[in-house]
């Protein structure tokens, strides 16, 4: 049973239908790169690992943390602070604000083995190697939920706003935004200022919380739309309202 999730110091109600697994129940916890007053943003990564342990091991290596992981079956666990801890995942301009999640998918088909969960491939050019693999329906509503309680409840330390900086004018990056803030706020793929993770995961969550799609429609909407895109998906028929 999770102890609920830690924000600001306290113990909070995790969103309903998640159990988040914190360091009460014995989730890895990164060291603080400081302290902050509250959250103003929320990036989403990929990991191009195939477990949670695998992933905090990398993170650790490379001197960087997450406050949030998502396994390969939807379940999430806690690493630090949502709103006190800063950590390093998303270069000098962001960490201070923001809070990272990170999504536990091997990305590139090249790490795929018989009898793991991620079972879809699609031609991306945006990704890098040209072919993306697409993290599971599971995990994709654990981001969803966890971006709509973010963004959504009234959480001590935590003023992220619901705004797409990604998508916008009829277009969903897959790349690099143009003309994004150095300290952009709001929900922000990892992609939108470097690497090429998490533009998928958010098209997902933006079709769910904005426009309302049922969770298998969404996710099957996003494949379709960023499947042979480039530098960004067209979503000129979904930007209207």
């Known amino acids: ?23 009460a129940e014995g989730a890895h916890v990164f060291s603080a790169r400081g302290r902050r007053a509250e959250a103003t943003a929320i990036v989403v990564h990929e990991t191009v690992t195939t477990s949670v342990d695998a992933t905090i091991t990398a993170l650790e290596t490379q001197g960087f943390g997450a406050h949030l992981v998502i396994g390969p079956g939807g379940e999430v666990s806690q690493h630090g602070d949502l709103a006190r801890d800063v950590l390093w995942h998303a270069g000098p301009a962001l960490n201070g604000q923001s809070i990272g999640i990170e ?55 935590i003023a992220v ?51 309302g799609l049922e969770a298998a429609d969404a996710f099957a909407r996003a494949k379709r739309l960023v499947t042979g895109a480039r530098q960004y998906a067209d979503i000129q028929e979904l930007s209207a309202g």
């Open 1 to 23: 049973m999770s102890a609920g999730v830690l924000v600001n110091g306290a113990r909070v109600d995790a969103p309903e239908g998640l159990v988040v697994e914190g360091p």
């Open 103 to 157: 999504v536990v998918n091997p990305y590139t088909p090249r790490f795929l083995r018989e009898g793991m969960p991620w079972r879809e491939v699609i031609e991306a050019p945006w990704a890098n190697g040209g072919r993306y693999v697409l993290p599971t329906l599971a995990q994709a509503e654990a981001l969803t939920a966890l971006l709509r309680w973010l963004t959504g409840e009234r959480l001590p330390g």
């Open 161 to 211: 706003a619901r705004r797409w900086p990604g998508i916008r004018e009829g277009r969903a990056w897959l790349a690099r935004v143009p003309g994004l803030a150095p300290r952009e706020t709001g929900i922000l793929a990892h992609q939108y200022v470097a690497h090429a993770d998490g533009a998928f995961l958010v098209l997902h969550a933006w079709l769910r919380i904005e426009r």
